[in-house]
């Protein structure tokens, strides 16, 4: 079974991780919940805060051995606070060093350029972030999905359908192979 790690922190927007994560969960696929610290993260709905996700392990106990991609949802607040830990950076680094799928939408492609991974690629993000993205190197795109070698970005929650298909058929076509 593949499995795939969420990282998020309390202002995730709460769309971008439970949708996903149903969609992944809804074809076959095991999820984990990442964060900074244990307990229960609070989403953000739209205009206020909304629901909270368990937390199953912290990132200091994260091993990306044990994961075949990384998922990050978005949020204004969530990966603000995300990209100024160490630890998280790190992993995004090493799940882009062993070239297995990182997928961030929304606000979350700020993990991708505070872990210096854009460079020459093709992303996309919400809007405010693609000056961000086009200064660390990237090639931004406005369309629902920019899918480049290992790094699978969307723009917003209307996006979430396509991203999560471009997340399970990238993880189900690593399946065919190992078949």
């Not at 990209?83 to 882009?96: A, G, P, S, T, W």
């Not at 723009?155 to 690593?174: E, K, M, T, Y």
Request: aromatic residues 4%; glycine residues 6%.
């Amino acid at each position: 079974m593949k499995r795939v790690l969420i990282i998020a922190t309390d202002g995730f927007e709460q769309s971008e991780l439970m949708d996903p994560k149903s969609n992944l969960e809804n074809a076959g696929i095991d999820t984990t919940v990442a964060s900074i610290e244990d307990g229960e993260i609070k989403g953000w709905d739209e205009k206020d805060w909304g629901d909270s996700v368990s937390v199953d392990l912290t990132v200091d106990e994260v091993s990306v051995g044990d994961y075949d991609a990384l998922l990050l949802p978005g949020g204004q607040i969530n990966p603000d606070v995300l990209r100024m830990n160490d630890r998280v950076i790190e992993l995004v680094r090493e799940f882009n060093d062993a070239d297995k799928p990182i997928a961030a939408i929304c606000h979350a492609p700020w993990l991708l350029v505070e872990a210096d991974i854009v460079e020459d690629k093709t992303v996309t993000s919400w809007p405010s972030l693609r000056t961000d993205l086009e200064n660390a190197g990237g090639n931004v795109v406005d369309k629902e999905v920019a899918q480049d070698g290992n790094l699978i970005t969307s723009r917003n929650p209307d996006d979430i359908p396509a991203f999560s298909r471009a997340l399970i058929d990238c993880l189900q076509a690593d399946m065919a192979k190992a078949a």
